[in-house]
């Protein structure tokens, strides 16, 4: 036995040596070059679409895999993406997950490899895909997603995530910013290149360049040279680029935009009201996985946040490991700090919530820089605690009570058990509960799950340096509630009821918006809305009606993004299948729809396990998939796509920037697929006159012509929404399902034609309708 291992073990040295050999003599090929990345973001009504387009080469003489990967925000929606290569362009759609799971599996049966949508970044997602890219050429990756911005300490942040790298020839970002009301901030703070947050202000970023049009309109420029860009980083690019800006609140604190389509969004924001009298209850673990640089850390963060307290605030302090601990400040000659376990201490537990008195804070901070971590994770224990104790200690029934639960771990006893206690017990009262996860072995899904039944919502505290400042700066969102219980209410019969957003709030904090969207009943005026709150009873403030361009895909995303929050808080079929429906229609990639990613010209799979898991996991993990199809012909991926009986689903889901216009139901060859004729157009009818268009470009109102049967001459070439190659053709000569029902949907198409003719940016291979009508 011991020859025959002495036997296997010099094989096995013979075989590394020879494949280290074989590695130390393989040459060495040049990096993929990325010679353009240009990212641009619209901003319309706090409502973006950024296109994030990064043309790469191969500059081996060699095939070989070209990896994209982009970093979009937390809350945002991919909906488009395309990838060219040789000319043809090869469009993402979307589908439910059980119908892209069918897909994915035909396409892994077809020998060709999956990629998919997953999370590794600071309050980000990063989708990854990877192509096979034969040598010397060139593949360009279009990315296109959505998000409304979100208002946090009195600006809306639109982030921008660059990572190309290398040095890039081409790199540019442009931000466009179109509002109502006047634009009365605007700033471009420094690039931030890592994820720490800073405790000092960022500086202005010398780089980007402003500019303001006009009140309500803004344009932001960044694109660094080489030379500034290794100046920045050796190298290349890796940051953060932030816009940060706010509108007047004071002149439109009760905002509406009625758009042309019916859809209206409230925007909510008095400026001007006192924040109100709140009790806010810490809950802190300190059990034994907190010890060492996190209970440090947490013994800072809590200093912070008591020198940040209003004297009109209560407060108390509860800790827990095996059990519960509640602080309180001990009275008389005794200038200590006292805290006593629960359920054994005072007669009186509405001792344990105190003004927040100097003497009181001073008292807190000696409780707070005492803790030491030990011991387990009584999680059920101590929010009853936080519960009883509050209910003891707060006098006004009607005044905020906020609750902070911060923990890095899982809770003793069954987390099931937890949400339905609380949420049953916290009914009555209606506490606000906020959750902190602090590092990777807590529990976030549960804790937003417990969070969100609360009305409050649930953060990520990252276990890095600067982990006492992010829980400082989440305090700071939570620190003044100006209203509680917040209730919107429209006219009888004005709106759509089963459209509506949510219209209940627990809690309206300064520096932040409330927004409810909706859809008018036919040929309804919206009357002015009330606003009832608790404690000032109603506040009602003259609404601001405003037209606007289409909202229709803002309020598709507060939809979907609410409904999600709903299924997560507590799993409804109906609720998930209504977001799926929704999700699908716009083309929203969400936990319930799925992209897979089908590669292009490759027979080997992608290194799916590079980014943790098994391919088969994907659509139960809930992380989004993309599914890539050649449209417009015969694909070699998908051979019958063109004449199965499943052609007008795929139609029907296609992502809003298809690169073939197609007519729904008619009978297509491969290669010829039908067009949409111009009486398809929905909104067509309500702008234009006789032959003339009148249409809203870039705020200012413009005349056009409407050519019905114009021989079109020289093309001139332009680049279509999703960045690919199109070229500018007469409206009715190129109409795409894209924009049939929506103005919104077709201004980024817009372009002229001779001069004075609405033109669309066609996509190339689309046959003109007066080709195939």
């Known amino acids: 036995m011991r020859t025959w291992e002495a036997v296997v073990t010099a094989a096995l040295v013979a075989v590394f040596a020879l494949a280290l050999a074989a590695a130390e003599d393989a040459p060495e090929y040049p990096p993929p070059d990325v010679y353009s990345l240009h990212v641009v973001s619209h901003v319309r009504n706090r409502y ?66 999956a990629a998919h949508v997953q999370l590794s970044a600071r309050d980000s997602n990063v989708v990854s895909v ?110 953060q680029l932030l816009v940060r800006y706010d509108v007047d609140h004071a002149a439109s604190p009760n905002q509406i935009l009625v758009t042309d389509d019916g859809y209206f969004v409230h925007f909510y924001s008095p400026p001007d009201l006192p924040p109100l009298e ?13 010890s060492g640089h996190k209970i440090e850390q947490l013994r800072q963060a809590m200093v912070s946040i008591l020198d940040e307290l209003s004297p009109r605030d209560n407060f108390t302090l509860i800790t827990f490991s095996y059990g519960s601990r509640v ?63 509050s209910k003891a200690g707060v006098s006004r029934p009607d005044a905020p009570l906020v609750m902070v639960l911060l923990t890095d771990g899982l809770p003793n006893g069954d987390p099931e058990a937890i949400l339905q206690d609380f949420t049953a017990a916290n009914l009555e009262r209606g506490g606000a509960l906020f959750t902190l996860a602090f590092g990777e072995d807590a529990d976030f899904g549960f804790l937003r799950k417990l969070a969100l039944r609360n009305g409050g919502f649930g953060r990520r505290i990252y276990e890095a340096a600067d982990a ?32 509506l957003t949510q219209t209940r709030f627990s809690t309206l904090f300064r520096g932040s918006e409330l927004v409810v969207c909706g859809r008018l009943q036919p040929a309804a005026s919206l009357l002015e809305p009330v606003v009832v709150t608790e404690g000032r009873q109603r506040h009602k403030s003259p609404a601001k009606l405003e037209n606007a361009s289409s909202g229709e895909r803002l309020w598709a995303f507060l939809t979907v993004r609410q409904l999600l929050d709903m299924d997560a808080a507590t799993p409804n079929q109906t609720i998930k299948d209504r977001a799926k429906d929704i999700a699908i229609k716009y083309s929203f990639v969400t936990p319930v729809t799925s992209l897979v990613v089908v590669k292009p010209n490759d027979t080997s799979a992608v290194d799916l396990e590079r980014a943790g898991g098994n391919r088969e996991d994907y659509f139960a993990s809930g992380a989004p998939v993309l599914l890539l199809a050649e449209i417009g012909t015969s694909s070699r991926l998908f ?32 290669g010829q697929p039908q067009a949409l004729q111009i009486s398809e157009i929905t909104w067509l009818g309500g702008i234009s006159n006789s032959s003339h ?3 809203d470009v870039n705020g200012t109102a413009e005349t056009y012509e409407l050519a019905l049967n114009k021989t079109e001459t020289q093309l001139e070439e332009c680049a279509t929404p999703g960045g690919g190659p199109g070229q500018c053709r007469h409206l009715a000569n190129c109409v795409l399902p894209n924009f049939t029902d929506s103005l919104d949907d077709f201004l980024p198409y817009f372009c002229v034609v001779d001069g004075s003719y609405v033109g669309v940016c066609c996509p190339n291979n689309t046959l003109p309708t007066a080709l195939v009508g």
Do not use: C
């Open 468 to 499: 006492h400042l992010q829980l400082r700066n989440f305090y700071r969102q939570v620190a003044s509630p100006l209203l509680s219980s917040v209730n919107f209410t429209y006219g009888d019969g004005q709106v759509e009821e089963e459209s």
């Open 130 to 239: 990877s192509v096979n890219v034969e040598a010397q050429k060139k593949v360009t990756f279009n990315l296109t997603y959505e998000e409304l911005l979100e208002r946090e300490l009195g600006a809306y942040h639109l982030r921008i995530n660059l990572n190309p790298g290398q040095i890039v020839n081409d790199l540019s970002v442009e931000v466009h910013i179109n509002e109502t009301s006047d634009i009365t901030l605007l700033e471009v703070p420094s690039l931030q290149q890592s994820n720490d947050v800073s405790d000092e202000e960022n500086s202005t970023n010398p780089l980007a360049h402003t500019e303001r049009p006009s009140p309500t309109t803004a344009e932001v420029r960044w694109s660094p040279s080489r030379e500034e860009q290794a100046a920045l980083r050796a190298e290349g690019v890796q940051g």
């Open 48 to 113: 973006a679409k950024t296109v994030v387009t990064s043309r790469v080469a191969n500059t081996a003489n060699v095939s070989r895999e070209i990896s994209f990967d982009a970093v979009l925000p937390e809350t945002a929606f991919i909906s488009g993406f395309v990838i060219e290569m040789d000319g043809k362009a090869y469009e993402a759609y979307v589908k439910g997950k059980e119908e892209a799971r069918e897909e994915y599996q035909q396409a892994v049966q077809a020998g060709q490899g």
């Open 639 to 670: 051979p019958n796509i063109l004449l199965s009986d499943r052609f007008e689903e795929v139609i029907e889901s296609s992502s809003p920037y298809s690169t073939t216009s197609f007519r729904p139901g008619a009978a297509a060859s491969a």
């Open 693 to 695: 268009v009148t249409l």
């Open 278 to 290: 709140k009790y806010i209850v810490f809950v802190l673990d300190v059990s034994g996985s907190m």
């Open 327 to 389: 602080w309180w400040p001990v009275t008389g000659n005794k200038t200590y700090t006292s805290w006593y376990d629960w359920p054994n201490g005072p007669e009186n537990d509405a001792d344990a919530v105190v003004p927040a008195t100097p003497e009181n804070v001073a008292s807190a901070k000696n409780f707070v820089r005492d803790l030491h971590a030990g011991g387990g994770t009584a999680m059920h224990e101590a929010l009853d605690t936080a519960l009883r104790v």
